[in-house]
C-alpha cells in the first residue's frame, strides 16, 4: 500500500521559506504514469493545487503561485520537495503531498495527512 | 485557468435521502479529467470517483458520477451517517493544470 508523509517545519517567519518533503514508502515514484502533487488548504477554506512535478524533474505549477515556488524531486530518495519563498500569513495552511495519475484519467489517488504550516513572527 | 464553480454550498439533508452536487467548469472538460473527493472534518481528501463516473477502489455503489462537457454531478443515492461530510470536484486542462471546487458541505438536517 502506498503511503505519502510530509514533513517539515510547523512555523515559519513572515518573508523567509516555506521548506517541506514528502516522503513516498510501498512504491517507486520512476514511473511516467504519474505526477507528484503538493496541495494546500487554509484553515476552514477549501483546496488549492499548488503545483506537480514529474518522475524526471518536470514541474508545473499553479499561475498564482509560480514566481514563489519551486518543486524538486529525488527519486533516488523516493521522495519530492516544495520550497515557496516570500511567505506570508495568507500562506497559512494545511500542506498536503499526494500521488496524481496521469494518463487517459488525471486524478490524485494517494493523499499523505497533512501537516500544518504557520506563518507568523 | 479553468474554474470549478461548486452549487449548492451547503446542502441539508437526513440520513436516506439522497444528495445531487453540481460542479459547472468554465470551459469544457474532457470526461477523463473530472474527480471527486470527499474530505470529513480532520482528515485529508479521499478519491471517490475518477474519469466523471468511475467508483474508486472500495467506494460504495451508492456514489456514482455522471456529465460531460461544462457540467458534472455527483450523486449519493441515499445518505449514510458518514457521508455527511465536504465534497469536492477536481479537473485537469490537459495542459499540466490541475483545479479544484470550492466545496459543498452536505450537513445533517
Known amino acids: 500500500q502506498l503511503q505519502l508523509q510530509e514533513s517539515g517545519p510547523g512555523l515559519v517567519k513572515p518573508s523567509e521559506t516555506l521548506s517541506l518533503t514528502c516522503t513516498v514508502s510501498g512504491g517507486s515514484m520512476g514511473s511516467s504514469s504519474y505526477y507528484w502533487g503538493w496541495i494546500r488548504q487554509p484553515p476552514g477554506k477549501g483546496l488549492e493545487w499548488i503545483g506537480s512535478v514529474s518522475y524526471s524533474g518536470n514541474s508545473y505549477f499553479n499561475s498564482s503561485l509560480e514566481s514563489r515556488i519551486s518543486i524538486s524531486v529525488d527519486t533516488s530518495r523516493n521522495h519530492f520537495s516544495l520550497k515557496m519563498r516570500s511567505v506570508t500569513a495568507a500562506d497559512t495552511a494545511v500542506y498536503y503531498c499526494?500521488?496524481?495519475?496521469?494518463?487517459?484519467?488525471?486524478?490524485?489517488?494517494?493523499w499523505g495527512q497533512g501537516t500544518l504550516v504557520t506563518v507568523s513572527s | 485557468e479553468t474554474v470549478l464553480t461548486q452549487s449548492p454550498g451547503t446542502l441539508s439533508l437526513s440520513p436516506g435521502e439522497r444528495a445531487t452536487l453540481s460542479c459547472r467548469a468554465g470551459?469544457?472538460?474532457?470526461?477523463?479529467?473530472v474527480a471527486w473527493y470527499q474530505q470529513r472534518p480532520g482528515q485529508a481528501p479521499r478519491l471517490l470517483i475518477y474519469a466523471t463516473s468511475r467508483r474508486a477502489t472500495g467506494i460504495p455503489d451508492r456514489f456514482s458520477g455522471s456529465g460531460s462537457g461544462t457540467d458534472f454531478t455527483l450523486t449519493i443515492s441515499r445518505l449514510e451517517p458518514e457521508d455527511f461530510a465536504v465534497y469536492y470536484c477536481q479537473q485537469y486542462d490537459g495542459s499540466s493544470l490541475w483545479t479544484f471546487g470550492h466545496g459543498t458541505k452536505v450537513e445533517i438536517k
Open positions: 499526494a500521488r496524481c495519475v496521469l494518463g487517459a484519467a488525471s486524478y490524485f489517488d494517494y
Open positions: 470551459q469544457g472538460v474532457s470526461s477523463g479529467y
